[in-house]
Nanobody, 120 residues
Framework: QVQLVESGGGLVQAGDSLRLSCAASGCTFSNLSVGWFRQTPGKQRELVARIFNSGTTNYADSVKGRFTISRDNAKNTMYLQMNSLKPEDTAVYYC??????????????WGQGTQVTVSS
């Protein structure tokens, strides 16, 4: 049974940094495409960043230059380094993984979500 467990969310001020982690278990992590998504009340879950099976990364325009996605296959863990945080980054952040070449908003696996709140 595949499980994804996020950690690292919290309350920060605008301009601060946070690093989210997502630990995977019950799978061959290196075979999965992975990504981070976020959701605010009343809105659809949206892509933040993802890593294709090929290793290519892809970011939402709103986070380019501020966020960095990475993975450590030896630790079965992916990360989202978030710098220069803005109040509009406030959301519940979810990690996701897929057996397909690219993870989308319909992945095979979701984490439980972690709240990130950025105060102005």
């Amino acid at each position: 049974q595949v499980q994804l467990v996020e950690s690292g969310g919290g309350l920060v001020q605008a301009g601060d940094s946070l690093r989210l982690s997502c630990a995977a278990s019950g799978c061959t992590f290196s075979n999965l495409s992975v990504g981070w998504f976020r959701q605010t009340p009343g809105k659809q879950r949206e892509l933040v960043a993802r890593i294709f099976n090929s290793g290519t990364t892809n970011y939402a325009d709103s986070v380019k230059g501020r966020f960095t996605i990475s993975r450590d296959n030896a630790k079965n863990t992916m990360y989202l380094q978030m710098n220069s945080l803005k109040p509009e980054d406030t959301a519940v952040y979810y990690c996701a993984a897929s057996h397909r070449a690219v993870v989308t908003t319909s992945p095979d696996y979701w984490g439980q979500g972690t709240q990130v709140t950025v105060s102005s």
